[in-house]
Nanobody, 127 residues
Framework: QVHLVESGGASVQAGGSLRVSCAAS????????MGWFRQAPGKEREGVAS????????YYADSVKGRFTISWDNNRNTLTLQMNTLKPEDTGMYYC????????????????????WGQGTQVTVSS
């Protein structure tokens, strides 16, 4: 099954930018939906963005729309999240997730729609 490893997390100042990545080994297109989630201290894990690996349709949570960009490189099987104009509330552990295309067909991005997860990479935004 697919193996997901995140990287790129760091501590940055508010207003700055950061890119986190997710390397998907043993990837096949049966995993038609890739997503980013985050979990802040004391809060539930929440969906940030998702992308369909065939066709490229995307979803963004309202809180990050216009600031974050999700992309999928089908040559390297790598998922990325470009984060701009970062805010302290963006702080959290960022997780990469994968599942079939159905997970990308909904109007919301839910943890329960994904079965395959990475271990996470920490993003901290200071004011």
């Amino acid at each position: 099954q697919v193996h997901l490893v995140e990287s790129g997390g760091a501590s940055v100042q508010a207003g700055g930018s950061l890119r986190v990545s997710c390397a998907a080994s043993r990837y096949t297109y049966t995993y038609g939906c890739m997503g980013w989630f985050r979990q802040a201290p004391g809060k539930e894990r929440e969906g940030v963005a998702s992308i369909k690996t065939i066709g490229g349709s995307t979803y963004y949570a309202d809180s990050v729309k216009g600031r974050f960009t999700i992309s999928w490189d089908n040559n390297r099987n790598t998922l990325t999240l470009q984060m701009n104009t970062l805010k302290p509330e963006d702080t959290g552990m960022y997780y990469c997730a994968a599942d079939n295309w159905v997970a990308c067909s909904k109007k919301t991005l839910s943890v329960t729609d994904f079965d395959y997860w990475g271990q996470g990479t920490q993003v901290t935004v200071s004011s």
